[in-house]
């Protein structure tokens, strides 16, 4: 199936197309309703917009494509996703369900050369690696699972775990916010940074740090978490760290034992 109707074109749809080809969109697009696309191809050369919440198995995107997600909007990808553009990218302004971590972005181009998520939501209900976005991180992080990372990462909204999350050695998971942020579930970090004034609370779950918390900015409470600072089998601990820009960081109702792990 081939659309080529001018540029900006709306195409509004209603229900489920199911089948086993390809639609191609050869000009600017946008996408609006509600439905599903069960095992039907995406393919789109110049930007693709979906302005609308729609669940896609499979897609890809061209040489010269792009694809924006709105912020009103909810994609839900249960199959793979592949991006060969040369020089666009995959914007989420919305929300991005990733169903399956392991054939998002896993061929041509990676997720952090053209994926671009600092302003929109990414969940993963089945955990799996954290896909790098080429922007530094996301909004609201919302994870299930077992979910790791091997990158230094931001976010500008909640970070929201019902299962366990750990980053590598070394890297730093850091918040930087606007308003009020909250992290919850068991979560291991090694470098856990604050760069909001408005203070990030720990809601729930526990939380390892491994080597620095730190804030540059802004207060950090405890509403009903654990948080250890750990220290290595050699006597390497955590340490708290608030001696840069911000020396008047407080750490409400937050107590930090130290916990050896051999």
């Not at 599903?36 to 995107?61: Q, R, W």
């Not at 930087?176 to 090694?190: L, P």
């Not at 405890?222 to 250890?228: D, G, H, L, P, Y």
């Amino acid at each position: 199936c081939l659309l080529s109707r001018g540029l900006g074109d709306v195409y509004k749809r209603q229900g489920v197309m199911n089948g086993s080809g390809t639609i191609r969109t050869i000009t600017n697009h946008i996408i609006s309703g509600t439905g599903n696309y069960n095992s039907v191809t995406f393919s789109n050369d110049y930007k693709l917009t979906f302005s609308c919440d729609l669940t896609l198995n499979n897609h890809y995107i061209p040489p010269n494509g792009s694809i924006e997600i709105s912020p009103s909007a909810t994609m839900n990808i249960t199959g793979s996703f592949r991006c060969n553009s040369s020089s666009y990218y995959f914007t989420n302004l919305g929300t991005l369900v990733i169903n399956d971590v392991s054939n998002f972005m896993q061929s041509n181009f990676a997720s952090n050369q053209r994926f671009r998520s600092s302003s929109g939501n990414v969940q993963l209900p089945n955990g799996g690696s954290l896909p790098e976005t080429q922007d530094g991180g996301y909004n609201t992080l919302t994870i299930a699972g077992t979910t790791i990372s091997d990158f230094d990462f931001f976010v500008n909204g909640n970070f929201e775990n019902t299962g366990n999350f750990s980053s590598s050695s070394g890297r730093t998971v850091s918040f930087s916010g606007s308003s009020q942020q909250d992290i919850m579930g068991s979560n291991t970090f090694y470098n856990l940074t604050l760069n909001n004034s408005s203070g990030l609370r720990f809601v729930s779950g526990a939380h390892t740090i491994w080597t620095v918390l730190k804030s540059d900015n802004g207060n950090f409470s405890n509403i009903a978490s654990t948080v250890t600072l750990a220290s290595d089998s050699d006597g390497e601990a955590a340490q708290l760290d608030n001696l840069g820009s911000n020396t008047s960081v407080s750490y409400t109702h937050l107590t930090l034992p130290t916990k050896r792990i051999v």
